[in-house]
């Protein structure tokens, strides 16, 4: 895992009114327990959906890059069902240069997953910014 990693980690989720800690600051956890180094963990952990999550993690990166994330090599991590949809709303983003990384999830989660995600499509194309 290490030898594949970026010069930065950006990790991006915010906190749900029945969660005691953000997603971000719960991927933190986790990745600092595997060996990775704190210094190299940047956290976006007020945005609530895809959307956001893409968005925040926009401001955090030309923030402290001190460039336009279309100038940026950027890889984002979710699951193989969310992937398409992050792509388009990357995009909508103005993110120019990303490449997805994807994790397969277990059977049994696929049909209300890709049902719900099918849904989620529409909506992101329709109606995000």
């Known amino acids: 895992m290490k030898e594949n990693l970026a010069q930065y980690i950006v990790l991006s989720g915010g ?3 029945d969660e005691s800690t953000s997603e971000a600051q719960a991927m933190s956890e986790y990745l600092q327990a595997k060996g990775i180094e704190k210094n190299k ?3 976006e952990d007020k945005s609530r959906d895809t959307n956001e999550n893409l968005k925040y993690s926009k401001e955090k ?3 402290f890059s001190n460039k336009s994330i279309s100038d940026i090599k950027v890889k984002i991590v979710t699951t193989d069902f969310h992937a398409f949809r992050s792509s388009i709303l990357a995009k909508k983003n103005g993110y120019k240069n990303f490449d997805n990384y994807s994790s397969t999830m ?3 989660f696929v049909p209300s997953t890709y049902a719900r995600e099918s849904i989620a499509v ?3 194309i329709l109606f995000d910014k």
């Open 15 to 17: 906190q749900g009114t």
């Open 41 to 43: 963990i940047i956290l």
């Open 61 to 63: 990166i030309e923030e």
């Open 106 to 108: 277990p059977w049994y």
């Open 122 to 124: 529409i909506k992101s």
